[in-house]
């Protein structure tokens, strides 16, 4: 063995890993406080928080997000109802710092900038997304009656193409080089 000594690597600022789950915590108490109806649902959405935190493998952040989106539909949609601009980009931000929990460990360290990439895709989502709920919600409320239909119908559309592009994808198997051959085990 040489006489040179092991330097450790300079990480600049670091943040505990457990930040993660805490911010997740505090996105998520408040969309659970503002946007979830008191008794049950609240009471759901605690819990779910809860779960999703100490365990963030049960992947039961996603139930949460989706506990609150039916509560928010529990209430009449319009252009000045706040809930439903509060949830998507709580949604988003739950979706986001969830999936960071599922890589970030606990007890490991974390250098801030290393999330700035997804913060940037963050913001870039959610401003088209809150405009066009804005649209959406101004021609489904000014139209009235049967014509609030077609946002509902398109939708389902758009989930219908997405399902048809996404499966071949998800079901197409790794491209292999030239000459490489399964494995026969």
Known sequence: MSGATATEPVLGVTVPGWSVRALFGVIALALCLTVADSGFWLAVSLALTAAAV??????TAWFLIGALAFTVLLHPQSVGEWR???????????????S??????????????????????FVIVQVPVQLAAVGLLALTTSAGGGATVWPAVLTGVAVVALFLVAVPLLLRRPHRPAGQQDDPR
């Open 100 to 121: 960071w929990m599922l890589v970030v460990p606990p007890l490991a360290r974390l250098q801030p900038a290393v999330l700035l990439p997804s913060l940037l895709r």
């Open 84 to 98: 439903v601009y509060a949830l998507i980009a709580g949604a988003h931000a739950l979706h986001l710092t969830a």
């Open 54 to 59: 100490a365990v963030p493998r049960w992947l």
